[in-house]
């Protein structure tokens, strides 16, 4: 009795890891968040920001996409795109980030970012934020983020 | 209607003040960056500064300006700019007590002498901060052929809004004279060596 509840507990510790990494196609990779102040008069429409960065990875055979984000240091996140337009920068939010099937998109400063909105705290080197991204199939991941 | 009006306008005035082709600018001296062929006086700037009293440039002879546009609630390029600012005052070593970073608002409803202070020091509390009035601020994005346009996020009330604005660096030589623009994605090292070529002349 106590062998075979062994030996089904070592096949499930075997197996765990194996089902996981097969049910969450999206990998995400060197997360990091901008240092930013809380602003002295932050107000409805004038709240402290910063920008968040992840690489995403797409290791299944579907293609996905980040459709919405959170994090514990702002009252909410938008996915925005900054673009360079003969040397204006222009940013717009966008209301998903595709992700192809095998393909990675890397969100970095001047394109894809995470825009944190309404800063709950003073954002300073060395200390992390959790990032809560929700994709269209792999649903709600969870990173942490660290500030630089 | 109007908007799109301003945006030739503004391209206009960014042909106008656009550096020479690189051909030229390596005849013309060691730049790396956009340099401006010939260099010419840098438009005067005279703004409340976040350090306390007025920051005139023509004040500032004897340093090398990196004069910047930005805002405050600007999360991404904004930060990225000032960011790369301090890596290269790092790299320049004790010459970077001849460079001043100036930071000029293109957001005047939002952003305070405060706001300013809070954002700028915290990459480098040598930065200064401009700020003044919406009519002082237009003259001075003007004169650099700066663009700035509103845009309003969706949905907020009272409205959130983006600028897009242009985010080169100009670099102003010790004797007030405009020499580079440095686009968005200049490498740090390009800034530096230019503004070692601007201090050794």
């Keep these: 009795m106590r062998r075979s509840l062994a030996l089904v507990l070592t096949g499930l510790l075997l197996v765990a890891p194996a089902a996981l990494a097969q049910d969450v196609a999206i990998r995400l990779e060197k997360p990091w968040v901008r240092r930013a102040p809380l602003m002295p008069d932050a107000r409805p429409g004038a709240e402290s920001t910063a920008a968040g960065y992840v690489t995403l990875v797409n290791r299944g055979s579907e293609r996905d996409a980040l459709v919405a984000a959170s994090a514990d240091a702002a009252a909410r996140v938008e996915l925005h795109q900054t673009r360079n337009m003969s040397g204006m920068m222009m940013m717009e939010p966008v209301e998903k980030v595709d992700l192809a099937p095998g393909g990675r998109v890397e969100l970095k400063p001047g394109s894809y970012h995470l825009m944190l909105i309404g800063l709950r705290r003073a954002l300073t080197p060395g200390q992390t934020v959790t990032l809560t991204l929700q994709f269209e199939r792999a649903g709600r991941l969870t990173t942490r983020a660290e500030v630089r | ?201």
């Design chain 2, 1 to 201: 209607m109007i908007r799109h009006r301003m945006l030739a306008l503004v391209a206009l005035a960014l042909c106008a003040l656009a550096p020479a082709p690189p051909g030229e600018a390596a005849r013309g001296g060691a730049l790396r960056s956009g340099a401006f062929e010939p260099a010419r006086p840098a438009p005067e700037l005279a703004l409340p500064a976040t350090t306390g009293g007025e920051f005139r440039l023509s004040r500032q002879q004897g340093k090398v300006i990196a004069l910047t546009f930005g805002y405050t609630s600007c999360p991404d390029i904004c930060p990225t700019v000032l960011a790369e600012l301090v890596q290269v005052r790092v790299r320049l070593g004790g010459a970077a007590r001849r460079v001043q970073v100036a930071y000029v608002t293109v957001d005047p409803d939002r952003d305070s002498p405060a706001r300013l202070r809070a954002y700028t020091g915290q990459f480098d509390r040598t930065f200064v901060g401009l700020t003044g009035t919406a009519e002082q601020l237009a003259a001075v994005w003007k004169a650099y052929g700066v663009s700035v346009v509103r845009r309003d996020l969706p949905g907020t009330r009272p409205p959130m809004y983006l600028l897009h604005h242009s985010a080169s660096v100009f670099l102003i030589d010790p004797a007030g004279r405009l020499r580079v623009m440095a686009p968005f994605g200049t490498p740090v090292d390009d800034v530096v060596h230019d503004i070692r070529v601007l201090l050794e002349e």
